[in-house]
C-alpha cells in the first residue's frame, strides 16, 4: 500500500484479491467511488490494485476495507502480535499505539497493557517487523524476539522472569538504603545527646544513601519519562520522575544552601527520605503488580503446557521418539496408557479412552477405537493405539485454541475505549493540577508555604495512577477469556466477550444444534408379527439403501443383536419408498402415498402415523407379503442437554427460537420438547441470516448457535455468532464464540461468565476512577482547612503502588467462576 498526501486529500493504493475479471475490477471501483470522502477511485485489474484519492476528515482506511469485502472480495492484510517491554502505564500504551498508527501501510493497532502485545493489522508490501521495531524503540520501548528455532512464547516468558527477578532486586537495594535514611531523619531524637549528628553531617549522609536509589534504582522512571518527552508526550514514569526529583532536589538545597530558608524564617529540612521510599515503594507495587498479572495469564501456561514434547513414529517398522517439531502429515504414530498424544489425527488401530478435559472441558473421557479423530495434548488413559498424523504443528486443534485465547485477550472490547480516552489526558492533567496545587499553597498556604507547596506538589504526581486505569480491563478479559477456555469456550475477542452479556434472544438450528444431527429409531409398531421381525424384514430391506434413514434402521437392528439377511431383490423407488424380497417375502418400506400407490390397506395404523407426525418423527410404513405389518418411525432426536439448556435461557430472561428447513409441524413438536418459544420453519439455508436480521429489526441483541456451513452467513449476521466445535471450520471461522465440545450448555456457560466478565470490569473502572478522583484532591490538601489533614508524600506512592495491584487482585477473583 502507498499512501501520499496531497493538500487536504490523500492517495492510497489498496492491494486487492479474488478479481477474475474487468466486470470485478468494475464492482470495486463503484463501490470504493460511493463512499462519501472519496474523490476519486480507479482499480487496475492486471495490477490487482485499486487506488483512491480521498478527504481522511470523511472516510477512513478501514471504510475501504469493509466496501470490498462487502463486494465479494479481498485485501491483502497481514496480522502480527509483538511483547513489547517497557510499558508501564495506559499512556505508555496510548504512546505505543500512536507511534504505530502514524507508520504508513498500518490499518490497525491494538496494544494491550496487561498481556504487554501489540496487535497489528499492516500492508505487507509498506511494512514489517523491521518498521515496527524501529518505531516502538524510537517511542522508548523494546520487542522480544526470538532467535531462530526458538519459541518465542518461552523466550517472552523468561524475559517476564527475567526482569520480574531484576525488578526484585532494585526492590531489596532500594529498602535496603531507604531504611538507613529514615533512621537519619529521626537520628537525634532517637539518640540524643549521646550519639548527637550534625545536622549538615547528617544530611550529607543521607544524600549519599539517596542518591543510588534516585539514579540507579530508579533510573527507568528518568529514561521512560525522557523517551515520551522526545515525542512530546507524557506518562506515568513523568509523574514519578518530576515527584522524586522535586523532592531529592529541594532536599540538595536545603544541605548545600541552609541560609536561603534561614531568610525566610524557617529551618532547612530535607526529604531524601520521600524520594528513596516514594521509589521504592512504587517498585514494590510494581513487583506485585508483575506477580499478579502473571497469574492472569495461567490459562495460556497451562495450554501450553499442553503440548507434548516427543511423539513415538514408527517408521520401517522400527519405533522411534522424535521431536514434536519433526513429526510430519502421515506419520503413524503408537500412543501407550498414560501418555499424551503428541498431535491430531485418526486412529488406524487400537482401543483406548481418552481425556480430552483440557480441550473441551467434558470431565468424562471418550471411547475412542479404529477411525475415531484424536486430539494433541489430550491424555490416553487406557489401552494402546496407534493413529495417522492428520495435522501437525500450527494446524493442530491445540494451537489454534492458543493463538485464539492469545488474541482474545490480546482485544479490547468497547467498555475500554472511555479508559483509552481519559488515559491519553491523564497525565498532562495530573502535572496541571500539581503545578495549580504549588501555586495555591506558595501564595495562599501557612509557612513554611514552600514547604507546604513541594510537599503537596509531589503528593499529587505521586498518588495519581494511570497504571489502575489500563489495567482495569485487560486483566479482566485475560482471566475471563482464559477461564472460557478451560471450559471448553473458545471466546474470538474481547468484543464478543462484551456482547454476549447483552444477548436478549438466541437463535439455535435445529440440525445438529438442537438434535444430535443422525436419525435415529424411536417407535417400532407391529401388527401382525412382533416388533423383532417387524426390524428384521425392515433392516435385511434397507441393506441395499444409501438413505440416511435406513442406515438408522440398519443401525437399530445391529444394536438389538439381529442378523439381518441380504435382500434376494432390491429397487428404490426416489422420493417414495423401496421394494426388495426378503428370504422369498415380498417386503415394501415407504411413505403414506407409496402404499396407497401400490393398493395396500393401512387403515388400521394410520391414526398411529398421524400421532408419531405429530410429534416430529418421520413415520414409514412396512408391508411384508401385500399386508401392513406395522410402522418404524425414525426422527433426529433432541441432545440430552437441551432441555435443560433451554430452561436455563429462559431463567436469565433470553427469549430461545429455533431455525429449521423441516415443515412446520415437525419445527413445532422438537420445540415442544425442548421448551422453546418461537419456531421459524421451512427456513432455506440462504434466508437463515435473513431471518436473524429480522429479529434484530425487533431490537433485540441476537445469537445465533449453529454447526454447519449452511449457519454461517447466519452466525455472522448475528450480533453474537456461536459454532458448535462438533460442526465445520467454515462455521467455526464465522463465529464470535466455538463450543469445543459441542455441548450447548456452553452458550449459557458463556452469557454467564460474559456476565461475570462485564461486572469485574466495572468494578475495576469503578475502583480505578474513585481512586484517581477522590485521592487526587486530597494530596492537594481540600482536607486541610476543614479537618488539618496532609497528605504525605511516601503515603501517596504507596496507595498509588497497591492501587494497581487492588485492580489486579479483583479480576484473579474471576478465576473462582464454574459453570451453572
Known amino acids: 500500500m ?23 475490477a468494475s464492482h470495486v471501483e463503484n463501490a470504493l467511488s460511493e463512499l462519501k470522502g472519496v474523490t476519486s477511485a480507479s482499480v487496475n485489474f492486471a495490477a490487482e490494485k485499486a487506488t483512491v484519492l480521498y478527504d481522511p476528515s470523511q472516510v477512513s482506511v478501514s471504510d475501504f476495507i469493509s466496501a470490498v469485502i462487502d463486494q465479494g472480495y479481498g485485501i491483502s492484510l497481514s496480522r502480527i502480535t509483538l511483547p513489547v517491554q517497557g510499558m508501564t502505564c495506559a499512556a505508555c500504551v496510548s504512546a505505543v499505539e500512536n507511534a504505530l498508527k502514524g507508520l504508513e501501510g498500518v490499518v490497525s493497532v491494538s496494544v494491550n497493557f496487561a498481556t504487554e502485545k501489540a496487535m497489528i493489522e499492516y500492508f505487507p508490501s509498506q511494512a514489517g517487523i523491521r518498521e515496527f521495531r524501529k518505531i ?25 522472569e527475567r526482569a520480574y527477578k531484576e525488578l526484585r532486586a532494585k526492590v531489596i537495594a532500594g529498602a535496603v538504603l531507604a531504611v538507613p535514611i529514615m533512621l537519619l531523619m529521626q537520628w537525634n531524637h532517637l539518640f540524643g545527646h549521646a550519639l548527637h549528628m550534625p545536622m549538615q553531617f547528617n544530611h550529607l549522609v543521607q544524600l549519599v544513601l539517596a542518591t ?17 518527552a522526545r515525542h512530546r508526550t507524557t506518562n506515568m514514569n513523568t509523574l514519578i520522575a518530576i515527584g522524586t526529583s522535586s523532592a531529592y532536589l529541594y532536599s540538595i538545597v536545603a544541605t548545600f544552601f541552609p541560609d536561603l530558608f534561614a531568610i525566610r524564617g524557617y529551618s532547612a529540612e530535607v526529604y531524601y527520605d520521600t524520594s528513596a521510599t516514594i521509589i521504592v515503594l ?18 495460556i501456561k497451562k495450554l501450553i503446557g499442553l503440548q507434548a514434547k516427543t511423539a513415538r513414529v514408527i517408521k520401517d517398522g522400527r519405533e522411534m521418539d522424535v521431536p514434536i517439531e519433526d513429526v510430519e502429515i502421515g506419520d503413524v504414530i503408537l500412543v501407550r496408557p498414560g501418555e499424551k498424544i503428541p498431535v491430531d489425527g485418526v486412529i488406524k488401530d487400537g482401543y483406548s479412552s481418552v481425556d480430552e478435559s483440557m480441550v473441551t472441558g467434558e470431565s468424562i473421557p471418550i471411547e475412542k477405537s479404529t477411525g475415531a479423530q484424536v486430539i494433541g495434548g489430550t491424555i490416553n488413559k487406557t489401552g494402546s493405539f496407534r493413529f495417522e498424523a492428520v495435522k501437525v504443528g500450527k494446524e493442530t486443534m491445540l494451537s489454534h485454541i492458543i493463538n485464539m485465547v492469545q488474541a482474545a485477550q490480546g482485544s479490547k472490547p468497547p467498555i475500554a475505549r472511555l479508559a483509552d480516552i481519559i488515559a491519553s489526558y491523564f497525565v498532562p492533567v495530573v502535572i496541571g493540577i500539581a503545578t495549580l496545587t504549588f501555586i495555591v499553597w506558595y501564595f495562599l498556604g501557612p509557612e513554611p508555604a514552600f514547604t507546604y507547596a513541594v510537599l503537596n506538589f509531589i503528593a499529587v504526581l505521586i498518588i495519581a495512577c ?24 473458545l471466546i474470538r475477542s474481547g468484543e464478543a466477550l462484551e456482547k454476549a452479556h447483552k444477548i436478549t434472544a438466541i437463535v439455535f438450528d435445529k440440525t445438529g444444534t438442537l438434535t444430535k444431527g443422525q436419525p435415529e429409531v424411536t417407535d417400532l409398531i407391529a401388527k401382525g408379527m412382533d416388533e423383532k421381525d417387524l426390524l428384521f424384514y425392515a433392516a435385511s430391506a434397507e441393506k441395499g439403501s444409501e438413505h440416511p434413514l435406513g442406515e438408522s434402521i440398519i443401525k437399530r437392528a445391529q444394536d438389538s443383536g439381529l442378523t439381518i439377511a441380504d435382500p434376494d431383490q432390491f429397487q428404490a423407488i426416489p422420493g417414495h419408498g423401496i421394494k426388495a424380497v426378503i428370504q422369498g417375502r415380498a417386503v415394501l418400506l415407504g411413505n403414506r402415498k407409496f402404499m396407497q400407490d401400490e393398493g395396500i390397506d393401512i387403515s388400521l395404523i394410520i391414526a398411529d402415523s398421524d400421532t408419531l407426525s405429530a410429534q416430529g418423527k418421520t413415520p414409514m410404513f412396512i408391508c411384508v407379503d401385500n399386508a401392513a405389518a406395522g410402522i418404524i418411525a425414525v426422527a433426529d432426536t433432541l441432545r440430552e442437554e437441551s432441555v435443560l439448556a433451554v430452561k436455563q435461557l429462559h431463567d436469565l430472561g433470553i427469549e430461545v427460537v429455533m431455525i429449521t428447513g423441516d415443515n412446520k409441524r415437525t419445527g413445532e413438536a422438537i420445540a415442544r420438547q425442548a421448551g422453546i418459544d418461537r419456531v421459524l420453519a421451512e427456513v432455506l439455508p440462504q ?22 456451513i449452511n449457519d454461517a452467513p447466519a452466525l455472522a449476521q448475528a450480533d453474537v455468532g456461536i459454532a458448535i466445535g462438533t460442526g465445520t471450520d467454515v462455521a467455526m471461522e464465522a463465529s464470535d464464540i466455538t463450543l469445543i465440545a459441542g455441548n450447548i450448555k456452553g452458550v449459557v456457560t458463556a452469557i454467564a461468565l460474559s456476565k461475570a466478565t462485564l461486572r469485574n470490569i466495572k ?35 504507596g496507595a498509588m503502588g497497591f492501587s494497581s495491584v487492588t485492580v489486579v487482585t479483583n479480576a484473579l477473583r474471576l478465576r473462582r467462576f464454574k459453570p451453572a
Open 2 to 24: 502507498a499512501e501520499e498526501a496531497s493538500g487536504s486529500s490523500k492517495r492510497i493504493d489498496l492491494p486487492i484479491t479474488g478479481m477474475s475479471c474487468a466486470s470485478c
Open 136 to 160: 516502538i524503540q524510537e517511542a522508548g520501548y523494546e520487542i522480544v524476539e526470538a532467535e531462530k528455532g526458538e519459541d518465542i512464547v518461552e523466550k517472552e516468558q523468561r524475559e517476564r
Open 212 to 228: 543510588p536509589v534516585q539514579f540507579w534504582i530508579g533510573r527507568h522512571f528518568y529514561t521512560g519519562a525522557l523517551a515520551a
Open 282 to 299: 512504587i517498585l514494590l507495587g510494581r513487583l506485585f503488580e508483575a506477580r499478579a498479572k502473571g497469574q492472569t495469564s495461567e490459562a
Open 466 to 489: 494511570p497504571c489502575s486505569l489500563g489495567l482495569a480491563t485487560p486483566t479482566s478479559i485475560m482471566v475471563g477469556t482464559g477461564k472460557g477456555a478451560e471450559n471448553g469456550i
Open 687 to 708: 434466508d437463515k441470516a435473513a431471518e436473524v436480521k429480522k429479529l434484530q429489526a425487533e431490537g433485540k441483541v441476537v445469537a445465533m448457535v449453529g454447526d454447519g
Open 763 to 797: 468494578q475495576n473502572l469503578f475502583w480505578a476512577f474513585a481512586y484517581n478522583v477522590i485521592l487526587i484532591p486530597v494530596a492537594a490538601g481540600v482536607l486541610f482547612p476543614f479537618f488539618g489533614i496532609l497528605l504525605n508524600p511516601m503515603l501517596a506512592a
